[in-house]
Structures are given as structure tokens and as C-alpha cells.
């Protein structure tokens, strides 16, 4: 009997016989002995065989390259760069996939993974030897890499970082969200209503930041970092404030322009593109900033919370609706980094209060939304799920597969509490002390009468606007 190279032979139980080893029995003994214990998920290989336990999730190495880009990249980022590619993927839900493997590594330690024993990179060698593994390093996928330049957190830099992101498509991102527009954790007020879904969670979570900021008619509200302009239009519309809503995203503000020309709200929203660095002015009743906090650095924030400070008239109120990660992981990852939002910073929630009442505010509240996060995350992802053709034609398969990837892993992450989100309320008080704050914070549950939002036209046609 004739036995390939790279293919030993293991007994089947008959004397005299034996068959070969298949490619995902080598892996998955190489990794198990170098992992120092089971794997947590089953192996699927190129040539069609499978190793590992059964009934957990599969993971399918689709060519040998796969490994290769491991080999070249080890960890986070080469997994990712191997799944945008196509080269490796999950048979069945992507979460049960993440969700075993990162478990796995929780059950290790803080360590997670083992330090190399010392036969156990040269093993490693002789495996990928054996399967034609070696070879050149391959080509990054074809989806747009965060490549930045200049100081971190500089004017132009941030304005980089933020165009990466936001700037993708505003018809992508039309498909994705639902018609406000609006790209923050919603408030799933009725989550076990089957007539309540994302447009709902979006509309409550509006409402409250608005009753929280105590807006009434021509109250004078800063949006700083408004995105396409939810909370803006619903402020003006529904609590008739006057409105100035700040980006750094030329498409985002080009956006909220055509929305406020379409609902008429010309007299009560103004929208500026410029760096919150450069907003002039003061004295405003309220100063709103949604998920915007993480793009501003570590360095930087306590410049950012005096400033807020100074953007208030005395009361003027302060909502910040941030998400926090442990002091020991404050950057997104290496994934997040290199393709979703370079240079974020997240912090302990309690971390950022101290920031802000170090400006000189008062911080009133603090409220947890972390199971808010999961729910909005993965109604955003069943409709990218839902429009996966067109978002496909739109942006092409390997950006598709970023915001697969990136969507699972973090509703993962906030379902596992590795990451929170939580809305801060604060009060400039007057020298005396004042807040004008009511003894009894608002009702939680909106009573208010629903709003109709004016949708975006769902996109003619793929390349409707430049492809990125």
C-alpha cells in the first residue's frame, strides 16, 4: 500500500492495515498537543476531512493559505484578515463559533493561550511543512485597512480615522440601521413585544436623551458628533429645540443638510462640519455627545470634558452616552483598529466621571444600557444578514465580511460584559451650587406620542454614491 509524504498512516483497528492520517486529524493533534488540551471547536479541511468534537461548531479551512496567513500573522488580526478572505469560515451561527473559542480561552486565564514548549514550534514547522502550508505571505484582503498618518488625535489625523469609518457609504449604512439613521445602542423599552423592533428601541432612546436634557421649546442644543443626525432632527421635531449638530464626516453632513431641507426644520437645526476642538461659542442649555467620547483619546479626554463644561450655560445639562471596556483592554483590538475605528479608547465607566466632574460638572446619573447592546446589535446585523446581496454589490464581499465579523464579535462582547455602554447626565451648577435639576429623575418609560421619521430613500441602484 502506497502512502502519501505528507500523509502518515494511523492503524484502523485491523492487523495489518492502516490508513492515512487526513489533513484535519494532523491539525487538530498538532494544535491539541501545543494547546495542551481539547479543541473547543471541530476542524474541517480543505480536502474535505474533519478532526475534533464532535457536535461543536466546525471551523472550515477552505485552502492552505489560511494557515499560512497564521503563520505570517499570528493571533487576532491573522483569524480575521483569514475570515474576510474567505480562506476560513464557521459552518453554521458565527457567534456559537466565537462564543466556544472565546470561552475556551476565559476557562485558560487571563493568560488564555500557553507559552510555546520548546519542541513545540518546531513540530509546528514540520506540520506545515508536511501540508504545503510555507510559502509567501499573502495579499491583505480587498477591504479597506485604517492606514493613518501624522499625530495621533491630531486635527487631520482624527479627521482620517473618522472618514475611515463613517464615510463608508451612506447607502450602506442605510441598509444596515433602520430609517432615523441612528448608530448608537438603542432602549428596548418592550423587548418582548413582537410589533416592537429596532425603530422602536431607536425612538425611545431619543426620547429619553431629550426628557434627560430637560429640552423644551427653543432650548438650545449642542449634538457634537451627531452622525447622520437622529437625535438632531428628533430634538427639533418632536421638542422643537434649536439645534446646532457638529461632524467630522463630510458625508455625514452633507446628509443631515438634505434631511433638514426635506423636513423643513431649516429654521431649528443648523449642522457644521469642523473637530469638536473647533467649536466656537457657548452658552447652550444642552450639549449632547452619542458614542462620540471613544474617538477622543485618553490624552485628550480631560481636555474634551473642560470644554463640554465651557460649551454650558450655568444648569446647562450634559447627556454622554459612551461605551466603557476594562482599564487592562481600553483600544477596540487589533481587528477593530486596523478596519473598523482606529484609534478608539474606551475606559471604566467610572473613570470617565471622574473626568467629568474633574472639568467642574456634576454628574447626577449614570445609567447601564449593556443589555440594550446586544439586541440593537444584532437587529442591525439581521438586516445586513437580510440585504446581504446588496450590501455585497455595494461594498464587495470582504467588507461584507468585516461587518459580519465585526458585528458578532461585538454583540458578543457586550453579552459577556467584556464591554458596557452607559448614559452620564451632568449639570454645570452656578457658583452657589444650583442645578435646576428636578428631585426626581424622569420616567424611564417614553409616554410620549410616536413620531413618523422621514426615511432615507433606500438606494436606487448599487454605486449610487462612490464606492470607498
Given at each position: 500500500m502506497t502512502h502519501s509524504p505528507i500523509a502518515p498512516t494511523t492503524p484502523t483497528g485491523a492487523p495489518g492495515f492502516s490508513r492515512p492520517?487526513?489533513?484535519?486529524?494532523?491539525?487538530?493533534?498538532?494544535?491539541?498537543?501545543?494547546?495542551?488540551?481539547?479543541?473547543?471547536?471541530?476542524?474541517?479541511?480543505?480536502?474535505?476531512?474533519?478532526?475534533?468534537?464532535?457536535?461543536?461548531?466546525v471551523v472550515v479551512l477552505r485552502s492552505r493559505r489560511?494557515?499560512?496567513?497564521?503563520?505570517?500573522?499570528?493571533?487576532?488580526?491573522?483569524?480575521?484578515?483569514?475570515?474576510?478572505?474567505?480562506?476560513?469560515?464557521?459552518?453554521?451561527?458565527?457567534?456559537?463559533?466565537?462564543?466556544a473559542v472565546w470561552g475556551w480561552a476565559r476557562e485558560r486565564g487571563p493568560g488564555g493561550l500557553p507559552r510555546p514548549r520548546p519542541g513545540d514550534l518546531a513540530e509546528a514547522a514540520a506540520t506545515a511543512l508536511?501540508?504545503?502550508?510555507?510559502?509567501?505571505?499573502?495579499?491583505?484582503?480587498?477591504?479597506?485597512?485604517?492606514?493613518?498618518?501624522?499625530?495621533?488625535?491630531?486635527?487631520?489625523?482624527?479627521?482620517?480615522?473618522?472618514?475611515?469609518?463613517?464615510?463608508?457609504?451612506?447607502?450602506?449604512?442605510?441598509?444596515?440601521?433602520?430609517?432615523?439613521?441612528?448608530?448608537?445602542?438603542?432602549?428596548?423599552?418592550?423587548?418582548?413585544?413582537?410589533?416592537?423592533?429596532?425603530?422602536?428601541?431607536?425612538?425611545?432612546?431619543?426620547?429619553?436623551?431629550?426628557?434627560?436634557?430637560?429640552?423644551?421649546?427653543?432650548?438650545?442644543?449642542?449634538?457634537?458628533?451627531?452622525?447622520?443626525?437622529?437625535?438632531s432632527l428628533y430634538a427639533a421635531r418632536e421638542f422643537r429645540a434649536r439645534v446646532t449638530a457638529v461632524t467630522l464626516s463630510a458625508r455625514q453632513r452633507d446628509f443631515v443638510a438634505d434631511r433638514i431641507a426635506r423636513e423643513g426644520l431649516a429654521d431649528r437645526v443648523e449642522v457644521e462640519l469642523r473637530h469638536y476642538r473647533d467649536i466656537e461659542g457657548g452658552g447652550y442649555d444642552a450639549v449632547s455627545t452619542i458614542e462620540m467620547g471613544e474617538h477622543v483619546g485618553d490624552a485628550e479626554y480631560p481636555a474634551f470634558a473642560a470644554q463640554l463644561y465651557g460649551l454650558l450655560r450655568p444648569k446647562g445639562r450634559l447627556l454622554v452616552q459612551q461605551m466603557s471596556r476594562g482599564a487592562d483592554a481600553p483600544g477596540g483590538g487589533a481587528f477593530i483598529e486596523t478596519y473598523i475605528a482606529p484609534d478608539m479608547h474606551m475606559r471604566p465607566v467610572g473613570n470617565t466621571v471622574d473626568l467629568l466632574e474633574g472639568a467642574?460638572?456634576?454628574?447626577?446619573?449614570?445609567?447601564?444600557?449593556?443589555?440594550?447592546?446586544?439586541?440593537?446589535?444584532?437587529?442591525?446585523?439581521?438586516?445586513?444578514?437580510?440585504?446581504?446581496?446588496?450590501?455585497?454589490?455595494?461594498?464587495?464581499?470582504?467588507?461584507?465580511?468585516?461587518?459580519?465579523?465585526?458585528?458578532?464579535?461585538?454583540?458578543?462582547?457586550?453579552?459577556?460584559?467584556?464591554?458596557?455602554?452607559?448614559?452620564?447626565?451632568?449639570?454645570?451648577?452656578?457658583?452657589?451650587?444650583?442645578?435646576?435639576?428636578?428631585?426626581?429623575?424622569?420616567?424611564?418609560?417614553p409616554d410620549r406620542p410616536v413620531p413618523v421619521p422621514v426615511p432615507f430613500p433606500a438606494p436606487a441602484r448599487p454605486g449610487a454614491e462612490e464606492r470607498p
Open positions: 492520517v487526513s489533513v484535519a486529524e494532523r491539525l487538530a493533534g498538532s494544535l491539541a498537543r501545543y494547546l495542551r488540551a481539547p479543541l473547543p471547536v471541530r476542524l474541517r479541511a480543505w480536502d474535505g476531512s474533519e478532526a475534533g468534537p464532535e457536535g461543536a461548531p489560511a494557515l499560512r496567513r497564521l503563520l505570517w500573522q499570528p493571533g487576532e488580526l491573522g483569524l480575521a484578515e483569514a475570515y474576510i478572505a474567505g480562506e476560513l469560515d464557521i459552518d453554521g451561527d458565527l457567534a456559537d463559533g466565537l462564543r508536511r501540508l504545503g502550508v510555507l510559502g509567501p505571505r499573502p495579499p491583505a484582503p480587498r477591504a479597506a485597512r485604517a492606514e493613518l498618518s501624522g499625530v495621533r488625535h491630531s486635527s487631520a489625523r482624527d479627521r482620517a480615522a473618522i472618514s475611515h469609518h463613517y464615510d463608508l457609504s451612506n447607502d450602506f449604512y442605510a441598509l444596515l440601521l433602520d430609517d432615523s439613521m441612528a448608530y448608537s445602542c438603542g432602549y428596548w423599552t418592550r423587548p418582548d413585544d413582537p410589533a416592537y423592533g429596532l425603530a422602536g428601541a431607536q425612538r425611545d432612546k431619543l426620547d429619553l436623551i431629550c426628557r434627560k436634557l430637560g429640552l423644551t421649546e427653543g432650548a438650545r442644543l449642542l449634538d457634537v458628533g451627531c452622525g447622520w443626525g437622529s437625535l467642574g460638572l456634576e454628574v447626577r446619573s449614570v445609567e447601564a444600557l449593556r443589555e440594550h447592546y446586544p439586541r440593537t446589535i444584532a437587529a442591525w446585523h439581521r438586516r445586513l444578514e437580510e440585504r446581504w446581496d446588496a450590501v455585497t454589490e455595494l461594498v464587495g464581499e470582504p467588507t461584507a465580511r468585516v461587518w459580519r465579523l465585526y458585528l458578532v464579535g461585538s454583540g458578543l462582547a457586550f453579552e459577556e460584559r467584556r464591554m458596557g455602554v452607559d448614559q452620564i447626565l451632568a449639570v454645570r451648577p452656578t457658583r452657589s451650587g444650583g442645578t435646576g435639576l428636578p428631585p426626581v429623575p424622569v420616567d424611564p418609560v
